[in-house]
């Protein structure tokens, strides 16, 4: 994953195709992306409250999918935890001949994501390792000729269709260990110093990109880490020729900000929070826990519960955005107990105030307060972040109101701007009302 907001390479003159966000992406406001690959097998990485030194943020990195980079640190605590479990001998990439999958059933694994009430799901096809989960031309190094022996990317996206969501795909763009032959990065200056840029590269990138979206037609295109530089320019294997020829396959085709170029889709933010309402489409993305790929070291002190999970997202979708929220599954392709009550929490609650969220678009203001404000087809809504308050204090706009509707409870009056939460509704994560 990357560690800031968007950037954009020089102006080479290119001329990019419009990829402003379709509808159907902003109706549906919440995504599950799913972290699962080599790094699953280790599951490991240090926790911490984030508080470390900036020359330390790589050799004690919180996020376990970097763990083949991690491990790769001499002085780093990977590097001892993969001596103990593994021994010397055994390499990062010697783990794709461990990693195997006798009971994984695609079906199940989607089924649990999608009681979140998601409504599209992007796999990482390949991370920064290299490794990727589908049946490429382009190296040996994949699912299908190591390891597992199948093809995982293609039953993932038959389970996410079969069961009525959009498939997208993560796919690292400019970062791919296997291929390089470059120190462990250790800064952010490392993040683009140490990766390749030549035009071998490119080409090797824009193949792999290429085949899935031939295979595929994901909904959504999900690039992390830029483009090598070599491909920003005009070529066949450029980043405009690529998103002209993905958007001829899937005209509806939504791609993201992580391309390094003059042009982007979505906005991404990774782990951060915004103040108000943004004018630019927008996507919060981040793990249940401290982590995207499964850290069998977190537990619920380092997770997000079902009611933190929920007000999340809620203020994420008043501000404009939408939620991307990750799962990191086990090896074996399970979900871990933590993070699946947490989905099925904000599933529940979706189930009855859904119609406030899918759909909506930001009224005047994100909110006041513990309060937030979506519109559906003209319709207000409240959402009360604290409804053990008691009471919604109405915005001036809407003070005119003689009464709310609560969903999942009774309509209650309107008095001076103020209406009462139902009792039952005073335990929920938010409440939420329909005024008028």
């Known amino acids: 994953m990357l560690y800031f907001d968007e950037r954009t390479g020089p102006d080479l003159g290119v001329t990019y195709p419009d990829v402003t966000p379709p509808t159907w992406y902003r109706d549906a406001k919440l995504g599950v992306f799913i972290h699962w690959g080599l790094f699953s097998i280790p599951a490991w990485a240090e926790t911490h409250d984030g508080r470390v030194p900036v020359e330390d943020a790589f050799t004690r990195h919180r996020y376990a999918e970097w763990y083949g980079n991690t491990v790769r640190i001499q002085e780093s605590s990977a590097r001892a935890h993969h001596l103990a479990r593994f021994g010397e001998g055994t390499t990062y990439e010697d783990l794709a001949d461990h990693w195997q999958l006798p009971s994984f059933r695609a079906p199940e694994l989607i089924a649990s994501v999608l009681r979140s009430g998601a ?71 490392d993040l683009f110093v140490l990766r390749r840029n030549d035009p071998s590269f490119a080409r090797y990138a824009a193949a792999q990109l290429g085949e899935l979206i031939e295979r595929f037609s994901p909904d959504v295109l999900w690039n992390d880490i830029e483009w090598p530089d070599s491909g920003k320019g005009g070529d066949d294997f450029g980043v405009a020729a690529l ?85 990191g599954p086990r090896a074996d392709g399970s979900v871990p107990d933590v993070q699946q009550r947490a989905l099925d929490g904000l599933g529940q609650w979706l189930v009855v105030n859904g119609q406030a969220v899918f759909g909506s678009r930001p009224w005047l203001r994100a909110g006041e307060g513990t309060v937030r404000h979506t519109v559906v087809d003209g319709q207000v809504f409240a959402h009360v972040l604290d409804p053990q308050q008691g009471r919604l204090r109405l915005p001036p706009e809407l003070c005119g109101t003689t009464s709310v509707n609560w969903l999942g409870g009774d309509e209650a009056p309107v008095h001076d701007g103020e209406a009462e939460i139902p009792e039952p509704l005073r335990n929920t994560a938010v409440a939420v009302a329909r005024i008028g």
């Open 119 to 189: 409504r599209y799901v992007i796999p990482v096809t390949k991370h920064h390792d290299g490794f990727c989960l589908w049946d490429t031309s382009t190296t040996g190094f994949n699912a299908v000729r190591r390891g597992p022996g199948r093809d995982l990317i293609q039953e993932l996206a038959d389970a996410t269709r079969a069961a009525g969501a959009r498939f997208g795909v993560y796919f690292s763009g400019a970062l791919d260990w296997h291929v390089s032959d470059l120190p462990p990065i250790r800064s952010e200056r």
């Open 243 to 327: 998103w002209r020829r993905y958007l001829t396959a899937v005209p509806h085709g939504v791609v993201n900000d992580r391309w390094g170029v003059p042009a982007h889709g979505h906005l991404t933010r990774e782990y951060l929070d915004v103040a108000e309402i943004q004018d630019q489409v927008w996507e919060s993305t981040r793990g249940l826990g401290q982590s995207f790929g499964y850290n069998a070291a977190e537990d619920e002190s380092h997770s997000l519960s079902a009611p933190d999970l929920i007000r999340h997202l809620v203020d994420v979708v008043a501000k404009n955005g939408n939620l991307l929220i990750n799962v």
